[in-house]
């Protein structure tokens, strides 16, 4: 069993930044890929961004990519999510995620088995 709990979400203006932190604790032995998604009222998790597993390869949304950073700190068992030059469009619940099968890139979420309980962020115009 794997917790995930979230943290840093909140009020920013457009063009601003905020740095969401995700920090596991149980069977974090069984933690690979690592990602965050999102999701507003009525609609789909969207995929936001994975960090493979050791190597530390990512993958990014077109949305985001070049605005936000994903990376992970193994020691601390965390995950980071820096998002700079948001959007209200970014507005949405972020969750973290934890792969138990997959330690390379995967932007499906079926592959993560292991979430979080999310954190708002919203961004306002």
């Known amino acids: 069993q794997v917790r995930l709990v979230e943290s840093g979400g909140g009020l920013a203006q457009a063009g601003g930044s905020l740095r969401l932190s995700c920090v596991a604790s149980?069977?974090?032995?069984?933690?690979?890929?690592m990602a965050w998604f999102r999701q507003t009222p009525g609609q789909e998790r969207e995929f936001v961004a994975v960090?493979?597993?050791?190597?530390?390869?990512?993958e990014y949304a077109n949305s985001v990519k070049g605005r936000f950073t994903i990376s992970r700190e193994d020691a601390k068992n965390a995950l980071y999510l820096q998002m700079d030059s948001l959007k209200s469009e970014d507005t949405a619940v972020y969750y973290c995620?934890?792969?138990?099968?997959?330690?390379?890139?995967?932007?499906?979420?079926?592959?993560?088995?292991?979430w979080g309980v999310g954190t708002q962020v919203t961004v306002s115009s």
């Open positions: 149980g069977r974090v032995d069984k933690v690979y890929a």
């Open positions: 995620a934890a792969s138990h099968t997959t330690v390379g890139i995967t932007t499906i979420a079926e592959s993560f088995g292991s």
């Open positions: 960090i493979s597993y050791r190597a530390g390869f990512t």
